[in-house]
Nanobody
């Protein structure tokens, strides 16, 4: 059973930074694409950033230039560096992984709150 364990969420002031981590129990080389979604109450879950096995990245327009996704295959971990945070970034952030087998797995979610 694949497990994705997220960490790094919390409370930060506007303009601040946070780094989210997502540790996968499986082998990252078996993952086609991995990344982060976020969700706020009453809204659909939206894609924040994604990275392929080849290292290609994709970002939502709202975070482009502020967030950076990266992966460390040796540690089976994906990171989301979030800079210049604003109140609209407040959400629960979910890590996901699409495997070449066709399966998709999700983390449990980590709360990010941007507030003064």
């Amino acid at each position: 059973q694949v497990q994705l364990v997220e960490s790094g969420g919390g409370l930060v002031q506007p303009g601040g930074s946070l780094r989210l981590s997502c540790a996968a129990s499986g082998i990252l080389s078996s993952i086609r694409t991995t990344g982060w979604y976020r969700q706020t109450p009453g809204k659909q879950r939206e894609l924040v950033a994604a990275i392929t096995g080849g290292g290609s990245t994709n970002y939502a327009d709202s975070v482009s230039g502020r967030f950076t996704i990266s992966r460390d295959n040796g540690r089976n971990t994906v990171y989301l560096q979030m800079n210049s945070l604003n109140t609209e970034d407040t959400a629960v952030y979910y890590c996901y992984a699409d495997y070449w087998s066709g399966s998709t797995y999700w983390g449990q979610g980590t709360q990010v709150t941007v507030s003064s």
